[in-house]
């Protein structure tokens, strides 16, 4: 089944605890993102990569780090997660920006 | 960066129609349209592109007008399933990046009472 998977689902940790969220995706995409979703913003992205070995900076990368070794995985990486970091959080991929952009399940990331 | 939506919030019953329109600074390459139910992750409606082409839902229609950099979703004749949020999503060249970029909006949240 095609299919983006993010882990953990949920998440609760204190600050500056590095944690890392995982996605991965089997549709041999070469566009993956990550986005947080707070009451009231919509969808904000953090980064994106256009292929293996290439990220960029979204609208709000602070805080936030990503690598993209393998072009199925793009793992975010909270160094020293703050409270203003608690949010949802989603990953997705596509084959690029001009075809369907298939999300992930989410991860709910509490920060206390 | 972010689209603008409009309206924020609309209420239905079920059978009328709707519009939520989606609007750009920014020079639009391709116009994404998703819906998010409470909860879930969005989900793929359809896409617009630059000079017409259209992929996407058979049920629910939308333009683009690339001159103007907006665009519109319709649904007509609404369901009780078409209740979520709807997010429109720009594609664009980011100068500042030299690269294209796909933003979300703040999205609309459609309610359709019976």
């Known amino acids: 089944e095609a299919q983006v998977t993010q882990n953990p689902r949920y998440l609760i940790t204190v600050t500056g605890k590095k944690l890392t969220v995982t996605c991965s995706q089997n549709?041999?995409?070469?566009?993956m993102s990550w986005y947080r979703q707070d009451p009231g913003l919509g969808l904000r992205q953090i980064y994106y990569?256009?292929?293996?070995?290439?990220?960029d900076k979204g609208d709000v990368p602070e805080g936030y780090k990503v690598s993209r070794k393998e072009k199925r995985n793009f793992p975010l990486i909270l160094e020293s997660p703050s409270p203003n970091q608690t949010s949802l959080y989603f990953c997705a991929s596509s084959l690029n920006l001009q075809e369907t952009q298939y999300f992930g399940p989410g991860t709910r990331l509490l920060v206390l | 960066q972010q689209p603008v939506q409009s309206p924020q919030a609309v209420i239905l019953r079920e059978g009328e129609d709707a519009v939520i329109n989606c609007s750009s600074s920014k020079a639009l390459y391709s116009v994404h349209w998703y819906r998010q139910k409470h909860g879930e992750a969005p989900i793929f409606l359809m896409i617009l592109l630059k000079g017409g082409e259209q992929k996407g839902h058979d049920k629910i229609s939308a333009s683009f007008n690339e001159k103007k950099q907006q665009s519109s979703l319709y649904l007509t004749a609404s369901q009780l399933s078409y209740s979520g949020t709807y997010f429109c999503?720009?594609?664009?060249?980011?100068?500042?990046?030299?690269?294209?970029?796909?933003?979300f909006g703040k999205g609309t949240l459609l309610t359709v009472n019976p």
């Open positions: 990569s256009m292929n293996v070995e290439v990220t």
């Open positions: 999503g720009t594609e664009f060249w980011d100068s500042g990046g030299s690269n294209y970029k796909l933003t």
């Open positions: 549709m041999n995409h070469e566009y």
